[in-house]
């Protein structure tokens, strides 16, 4: 279970970080806009943040991001917190530390609320999470 929670936040600090570097590139898809930002619906984000460019990507800044995300994006995005728990799993992984078992129950838990919340976000937008 240990190696499957280290697989997950591994694969959550990619995709956030992926997300985060083309919004700080000033040009975002609408699934790295939509994780960052928690909101799936093509026309808010389309009057938050303009037309699409040709290539289909968003111009946006970090700031005005930051201004706009919900608490849905703030959960599914959270590079700090993705983190801190895929070191805590892999210090739990590789020693035998007392505190494995509560860091692995924490992460289950932190893990239910990312699936909620990017639940609540597809379920929003009608389309899958990585496009």
């Known amino acids: 279970m240990l190696m499957l929670?280290?697989?997950f936040y591994a694969g959550a600090v990619c995709a956030t970080g992926r997300s985060w570097l083309l919004i700080w590139r000033g040009a975002a898809g609408f699934s790295a806009l939509r994780d960052v930002t928690g909101i799936g619906d093509r026309a808010?984000?389309?009057?938050?943040?303009?037309l699409t460019s040709r290539d289909g990507s968003?111009?946006?800044s970090v700031a005005q991001v930051i201004r706009h995300r919900r608490p849905a994006g703030i959960i599914l995005t959270d590079l700090p917190v993705h983190l801190?728990?895929?070191s805590a799993?892999?210090?739990?992984?590789?020693?035998?530390?007392?505190?494995?078992?509560p860091i692995g129950w924490?992460?289950?838990a932190h893990a239910l609320v990312i699936a909620g919340a990017a639940l609540s976000v597809l379920a929003r937008s009608r389309q899958a999470l990585i496009d």
């Open 5 to 7: 929670l280290i697989a």
């Open 44 to 50: 808010v984000l389309r009057r938050l943040f303009g």
């Open 58 to 60: 968003y111009r946006v």
């Open 84 to 86: 801190l728990f895929l």
């Open 89 to 101: 799993l892999l210090w739990a992984a590789l020693g035998s530390s007392p505190a494995a078992a």
């Open 106 to 108: 924490a992460a289950v």
